[in-house]
């Protein structure tokens, strides 16, 4: 059983930063990439960043210079820092691992989401 907890959303002002949080917990072997989506009402889920185990790491154009993307490979977590934060950037956050459990194989894991509202 593999079970990724975010945390770390909430309301804030336009121009404003929020850290979110994600933490894999349960029996699995290794990590592999983790991502950070987010999913506005009425619109499709976007890739907003990405990070592999080795820390290279992506952006979407419209987070790029703004957000920031790290993980703890030893807490099995990943960090979201959001900056200059937009009312654009409103959406549900939802943290993505692709994890090896032995046994089991590779497969990606979803976390509940978190809600990430930017108004003034």
């Known amino acids: 059983q593999v079970q990724l907890v975010e945390s770390g959303g909430g309301l804030v002002q336009p121009g404003g930063s929020l850290r979110l949080s994600c933490a894999a917990n349960?029996?699995?072997?290794?990590?592999?990439?983790m991502n950070w989506y987010r999913q506005a009402p009425g619109k499709e889920r976007e890739l907003v960043a990405a990070i592999t185990s080795g820390g290279d790491t992506d952006y979407a154009d419209s987070v790029k210079g703004r957000f920031t993307i790290s993980r703890n490979n030893a807490k099995n977590t990943v960090y979201l820092q959001m900056n200059s934060l937009k009312p654009e950037d409103t959406a549900v956050y939802l943290c993505?691992?692709?994890?090896?459990?032995?046994?089991?194989?590779?497969?990606?894991?979803w976390g509940q989401g978190t809600q990430v509202t930017v108004s003034s």
């Open positions: 349960g029996n699995f072997f290794t990590i592999n990439r």
């Open positions: 993505n691992g692709n994890i090896l459990r032995l046994g089991y194989g590779i497969r990606d894991y």
